[in-house]
């Protein structure tokens, strides 16, 4: 059975940095679409950051690019999202997905396994 565990979430100041990282059991993470999402009361869950397991390559949400990278650990085995600068807007309940046939990732229903989310505040 598959199963994602996201961690790090934490109270951080406005400008403040946070990583969040994504763990798996049932798989190795590593050879896995690996994407980052979010949800903020009162908002749709949207997209925040992919990363390719072929290629490497990764992809960001306009609203995250230059401040947020994610990246793979492989000694440790995670997906992690490094956040800088982060905004009170970044408030959001952070989820991690995977899948096996993920294609499109900016598209959460590509995603067949979800972690239970990790809660990120940035409030001064």
């Known amino acids: 059975q598959v199963q994602l565990v996201e961690s790090g979430g934490d109270l951080v100041s406005p400008g403040g940095s946070l990583t969040l990282s994504c763990t798996a059991t049932?798989?190795?993470?590593?050879?896995?679409?690996v994407g980052w999402f979010r949800e903020a009361p009162g908002r749709e869950r949207e997209f925040v950051a992919a990363?390719?397991?072929?290629?490497?390559?990764?992809e960001y949400a306009d609203s995250v690019k230059g401040r947020f990278t994610i990246s793979r650990d492989n000694s440790k085995l995670t997906v992690d999202l490094q956040m800088n600068t982060l905004k009170p807007e970044d408030t959001a309940i952070y989820f991690c997905?995977?899948?096996?046939?993920?294609?499109?990732?900016?598209?959460?229903?590509?995603?067949?396994?979800w972690g239970q989310g990790t809660q990120v505040t940035v409030s001064s």
């Open positions: 997905a995977t899948g096996r046939n993920v294609d499109s990732t900016m598209i959460s229903s590509e995603y067949d396994y």
């Open positions: 990363i390719r397991w072929y290629s490497g390559t990764t």
């Open positions: 049932g798989i190795t993470v590593q050879y896995y679409n």
